[in-house]
């Protein structure tokens, strides 16, 4: 059984995406949806694991509009429904949301938004936050992983009570953060279907009934948010500097506080941040000269509140992302709040002495940086060297157009640098679609643009109609590697299952680009010459065209065949081929033996693909089949 | 069982790949069962694909912990790497700080393409002697190499952990949550033994500025 599916009492290590998907279950939800993305993909994944045991219906959506709308569907049918994403997704989803704010809900409609702060895996940190309180929604941020489940199973009952879509936003220290969470009771409940409710639309034509309806719902909202056991002060009563925060900030204020040992500085820990419990800040702002804001990307809490001391003609001295005491870009953590309650109070703290620092910082500096790199058996190094090769063969210096994916990689020298741009979901096709088209202004260069398979179904396809429509010159290179690999697996529909392991028809990735009526190749990167010959062929070609690059992730179904590079046939520094295999092809399997002058396979990190055979000049690379 | 120091501070660093977040999910899995608060925060998404990884493990008598350890106060680092072990002392070390480490590489990219030189592993672990108070080295790869599976490195360093003494877990807490996670896989357990094992037969090497 699984950590998520124990019984009520339990205390158990999860996830705080695991935490998420217990407290949704707890509340009872009957209906989940999303597509997959960093730092939110195992709220799904949870829930689809357990999806028989407690009835649920789960689905990984094409992208996070459908899924949004798909969830919102069964919200206005009377069902308790959830739609997790990451922030990225939320631009998608976001034309949706700005209609079902207006349009009210049925059954409770959660809405969680995991932010990526510093981008570990994303290619921008946004704050979500903003949409919140851009569409009027109720907004919660847990701080931890515990509050993560709690605040997701009252969201349900908020959501339903007001009738609005609730939001909560998470952050990868939230999302992907493991401690120990304490169970409460599963309460399963037989909702009928109930559409009596409609028209749900978002208010046409009585567009400012719904309107100001909504901003009640609001004002309700804030009610309950000035008494919610989310929000909570510490310290002194009368305290004149205190830290207002929210999500992480909680944990690392108390943590900067207590290793200060600043104990008259009171701390207002918020759960509810939008609306902004007015009447439960005042009451503190009351007692205060000075007040440093701790949250994290934007100053969203911080506007909030100066708007609030403002309308009150407070005086006070404010310290935050706008000071620059937090920072105003990527991710905040303990030292960052160290460093602004000292420049506060004007004390001094160090956790290591002077000469410590310095000889850690030269050696540090000294260390071989850690590249991102495609895994060794990936299939993308080898299109890429195939593309690669194609362009040299043609020399009319070809244009590529990137996307969102593991592939994204290949804007760096993992992928040999020939990306040149990466922007959003489906955004390669879609900037193509520009330069694809402007012969009439005398640009003649061939256009690539590239897209992995999920993307390809996510994004692509209304950019692929419009090419071919519009006439526009794009050769479409789909790098097909079966699943969506980045975020863990997630099936999509070009492959046989669905989230729930049901059996489901396969979406052809060829069918789809030949039913618009686009010529389409087929070829498998890891027959190097064939594919590089197929892309040098098709890029002599007008118009839209397709090439399906197709080899299964190699982590997803790892070989493990032996690899080795015989040393009587690899002739080292004399071949010619400047230690290709290690230093051109650039997977991280292949290493130089300094002592022998030869290539050597790491054992430790080879795949066992192969790829790597086929390209070596002398044939000294060895599979044993 | 009480903590000498609360929180108590572990960190757990390599390379994508080396079954880091395992190692860290057996361990809070452990602390759990003993009944230790107990965090992790850790960095993945990409790190299946080369780059550094390291998780933050916390444990506390009194409450749940914030995800990240601040600048200086790691109280124990689980090398897994040699180089990203001195990456994560030049953050998070401090001369109290007990090191075990892994002494084999796993070069990066621009290593293994000649753009960089690796430094000398002797090096490498002379400099992180210099800087903390007891470093222990477990050829834990080797020692996975052996049990026929060099995937299970991180359930031999585990077991070292688990066998130091620095950390108020039982070795049946270990246990269980291994089997917990690895149901029917018989050579977890056996690598995490063989590292109990290991980590008692060596000499600390005392701190020498």
């Known amino acids: 059984m699984l950590n998520v599916e124990m019984d009520s009492g339990k205390t158990v290590l999860l996830m705080g995406n695991e935490a998420i998907a217990r407290g949704a279950i707890e509340a009872g939800v009957d209906f989940c949806t999303a597509y997959p993305g960093t730092p939110s993909s195992e709220i799904i994944d949870t829930l689809a694991k357990v999806a028989s045991r407690f009835s649920l219906y789960v ?54 938004a995991c932010d990526d702060p510093s981008a570990h895996s994303s290619t921008q940190e946004e704050d979500t936050r903003n949409f919140a309180r851009f569409a009027d929604i109720p907004l919660l941020e847990p701080s931890n992983v515990q509050e993560a489940k709690e605040m997701t199973k009252w969201a349900f009952d908020l959501s339903e009570r007001l009738k609005v879509l609730c939001m909560i936003r998470s952050v990868t220290r939230v999302s992907h953060a493991r401690g120990n969470v304490k169970l409460d009771e599963i309460k399963r409940e037989k909702r009928s279907i109930d559409l009596s409710n409609s028209p749900y639309s978002s208010g046409f034509p009585s567009i400012s009934a719904r309107h100001s309806s909504l901003h009640e719902k609001l004002d309700r909202a804030e009610e309950e948010f000035n008494r919610s056991a989310f929000n909570e002060y510490f310290g002194p009563d009368d305290a004149s500097i205190i830290i207002i925060t929210s999500g992480t900030g909680w944990m690392y204020s108390r943590e900067a506080v207590k290793i200060l040992g600043l104990d008259e500085i009171g701390i207002l820990k918020l759960g509810t941040t939008w609306p902004v419990p007015e009447k439960l800040v ?12 701790v949250e994290e990307t934007d100053s969203f809490l911080e506007q909030n509140v100066k708007v609030i001391a403002a309308e009150n003609r407070l005086k006070i001295n404010f310290y935050g992302k706008r000071s620059r005491d937090i920072g105003d870009i990527g991710e905040i953590n303990v030292d960052i709040v160290i ?24 050696l540090g500096k000294a260390l071989p940086p850690r590249m991102l790199s495609f895994c060794a058996g990936c299939p993308h190094r080898a299109s890429l060297w195939a593309i690669k090769r194609a362009i040299r063969w043609d020399g009319r210096d070809a244009y590529v157009c990137g996307d969102i994916g593991c592939y994204s990689m290949g804007i760096g020298p993992t992928g040999f640098m020939q990306l040149k741009t990466l922007h959003c979901m489906g955004a390669g096709i879609g900037v193509a679609n520009g330069l694809g088209n402007l012969r009439i202004f005398g640009f003649d260069r061939p256009i690539i643009a590239i897209a992995g398979d999920s993307t390809f179904y996510h994004a692509c396809i209304p950019a692929l109609i419009n090419a071919k429509h519009n006439g526009a010159s794009i050769l479409f290179i789909i790098l097909d590697n079966c699943t969506t690999a980045m975020t863990g697996f997630q099936p999509h529909p070009g492959v046989a299952k669905d989230a729930m392991d049901r059996l489901t028809p396969i979406i052809k990735l060829e069918d789809v680009c030949r039913g618009i009526g686009l010529q389409v190749e087929i070829s498998d990167p890891f027959e190097i010459k064939k594919t590089t010959k197929t892309i040098y062929e098709m890029l002599q070609l007008e118009g839209t065209r397709v090439i399906i690059l197709r080899r299964a992730c190699g982590i997803a179904e790892a070989k493990r065949k032996r690899v080795y590079v015989d040393q009587t046939k690899c002739i080292g ?46 044939d000294a690379i060895v599979v044993d089949e | 069982m009480r903590l000498e120091k609360d929180p108590l501070n572990l960190i757990i660093c390599g390379v994508g790949g080396q079954g880091n977040i395992l190692a860290s999910q057996i361990i809070a899995s452990a602390g759990i069962k003993d009944g230790f608060y107990v965090i992790i925060g850790e960095t993945y998404g990409a790190s299946q694909r080369g780059g ?90 080797k020692i996975a190499k052996g049990m026929g599976e060099t995937m299970v490195q991180n359930m031999v360093m585990v077991g070292c952990l688990a066998g130091s003494g620095w950390i108020p877990i039982r070795i049946d807490s270990f246990e269980e949550a291994i089997r917990d996670v690895f149901p029917g896989k018989e050579l977890n357990s056996k690598a995490f033994k063989a590292g109990v094992e290991r980590i008692m037969d060596i000499v600390d090497s005392d701190m020498d500025i």
């Not at chain 1, 009451?283 to 804001?293: G, M, N, Q, R, S």
Request: charged share 25%.
């Open chain 1, 59 to 112: 689905e990984w959506s094409t992208n996070e509009k459908v899924a949004l709308e798909a969830a919102g569907g069964a919200s206005f049918a009377g069902l308790r429904s959830i739609c997790a994403m990451k922030h990225q997704g939320v631009n998608v989803c976001s034309d949706f949301i700005f209609s079902t704010n207006l349009a009210g809900t049925h059954g409770g409609f959660v809405l969680v």
């Open chain 1, 282 to 293: 005042l009451t503190h702002l009351k007692h205060a000269d000075e007040v440093l804001i």
């Open chain 1, 339 to 362: 460093n602004a309650l000292k420049r506060l109070k004007g004390i001094d703290y160090t956790a290591r002495n002077e000469e410590y620092v310095r000889i850690t910082k030269k």
């Open chain 1, 573 to 618: 520094e004399e071949c010619g081929c400047v230690r290709f295999c290690s230093r051109v092809f650039n997977c991280p399997g292949i290493m130089w033996d300094e002592r022998a002058g030869k290539a050597r396979i790491d054992e430790v990190v080879c795949n066992g693909c192969g790829a790597c055979a086929q390209l070596c000049p002398r």
């Open chain 2, 52 to 141: 550094a990884v390291m998780s933050h493990l916390r444990l506390s008598d009194e409450m749940q912990q914030g995800p990240l350890i601040p600048e200086g106060l790691s109280d124990i680092i689980l090398g897994f790497e040699p180089v990203e072990t001195l990456r994560t002392i030049h953050s998070f070390g401090n001369p109290k700080t007990k090191v075990i480490i892994n002494p084999r590489p796993i070069y990066p990219i621009e290593v293994l393409s000649g753009r960089i030189e690796y430094p000398q592993v002797e090096e490498v672990i002379d400099a992180i002697k210099k800087l903390v108070e007891v470093v222990k080295v477990v050829e834990a790869t």
